[in-house]
């Protein structure tokens, strides 16, 4: 899990009886996570640790997902990702999903992408071996090419 610590940094009585709280909440790599919220009196605020904790964590592996595709759908077999939050599980679905809803030419950086990526990387990924991965990586070429084409394009 990518939050490791948190903590109660501020709990603060309101005039009204509520109390404004600050939670910290680190990750694995040391970077800080705040949250601000108003609570009713009577609760005890380390009892929804644990929600927050996955939200929080899910939060981070979405902006993660979010960041690596968009440097993908920029600069195709020349992006750079990350894999600070996300796991092999994230990264499958949420390529399953990009290849099911992005734009022709998204497919053509995506594709150029994944090229890049060795056979036993695809095969990882993916779960695929043998005849399924020559397939996939022929497919991955032609969406390579297809992207060259469409840079080589530009200005037209």
Not at 107 to 114: I, P
Request: charged letters at 15%; proline letters at 3%; glycine letters at 8%.
């Amino acid at each position: 899990m990518p939050i490791v610590a948190s903590v109660v940094i501020w709990d603060q009585p309101q005039t009204d009886g509520r109390r404004y709280v600050r939670e910290q909440h680190a990750d694995h790599l040391g970077v800080i996570q705040f949250r601000d919220y108003l609570v009713a009196a009577g609760v005890v605020v380390a009892d929804g640790f644990p929600a927050v904790v996955a939200i929080l964590n899910q939060q981070l592996i979405d902006a993660e997902i979010a960041k690596d595709l968009a440097a993908i759908y920029a600069d195709g077999p020349l992006a750079v990702g990350t894999i600070d939050y996300v796991t092999l599980a994230n990264i499958r679905a949420a390529l399953r999903e990009a290849y099911r809803t992005v734009t022709r030419e998204q497919t053509f950086a995506l594709g150029a992408f994944l090229n890049t990526l060795t056979n036993a990387q695809l095969g990882t990924l993916f779960g695929v071996s043998g005849s399924q991965l020559t397939q996939l990586r022929t497919r991955l070429q032609t969406k390579a090419t297809q992207w060259a084409e469409y840079l080589a394009a530009g200005g037209e």
